[in-house]
């Protein structure tokens, strides 16, 4: 169930996929509470409530993720579902960032900058902070941290990070009178066309 909400939230039908991640929750809380699916289901759902601008009911749902940490051992057990705390971070960075809230969001994603990340991590990470730029206006960061996406991007040829640009490039629109944004805009359509189907 929760799978199937994860479609509505890409495609940011937020409110379709609520319905989905309410049921989902009732019964992950029904199941093993040795297992972190409910945890899971709780980062899930804060992504929807993010998109719909509910601070804070975002934020109740990503403290209730947290408490995956208070597991023991390997709770995904070699199972299906790999969620642990190693991605909280991460998600209520990118939460706060859908949110519009860069003064909650900045200090938590650089913090995860230090980490031994993915590229594929650490690109949807930079990005967050590039929207960070765009939000307050800062074109130097907006650049720094959108050319560092950029490069990893070409680097790797991952779809999702083209993806996560792809979601930058789209709130560019108010700074293209700027010829660095400009520049930036079209470098992002580049990659973007690399993975058109």
């Known amino acids: 169930m929760t799978r199937h909400a994860f479609v509505e939230i890409y495609e940011q039908r937020f409110d379709k996929a609520l319905p989905m991640l309410e049921l989902a929750a009732r019964l992950a809380r029904r199941g093993d509470g040795a297992l972190p699916t409910r945890y899971w289901v709780s980062s899930v759902q804060a992504q929807a409530f993010a998109g719909l601008g509910e601070l804070a009911a975002c934020q109740r749902t990503l403290d209730a993720a947290e408490q995956v940490r208070e597991l023991s051992g390997d709770a995904s057990n070699g199972g299906w579902l790999r969620f642990d705390d190693s991605r909280l971070a991460e998600e209520r960075g990118a939460c706060y960032v ?25 690109a949807s990470v930079l990005t967050d902070l590039a929207i960070i730029g765009l939000q307050r206006g800062d074109v130097d960061r907006l650049i720094i941290h959108a050319e560092a996406a950029l490069e990893i991007a070409r680097r790797t040829g991952s779809g999702f990070i083209s993806r996560k640009l792809q979601g930058l490039r789209d709130h560019l629109a108010p700074l293209l009178g700027n010829s660095r944004a400009r520049r930036l805009d ?9 993975f058109e189907p």
Not at 186 to 194: C, D, K, L, T, Y
Request: hydrophobic share 40%; no cysteine; charged share 25%.
């Open 98 to 122: 859908q949110l519009r809230r860069p003064d909650l969001a900045e200090s938590v994603l650089a913090g995860t900058l230090r980490q031994n990340l993915s590229a594929r991590r650490r």
């Open 186 to 194: 079209q470098q992002i359509m580049v990659i973007s066309r690399n």
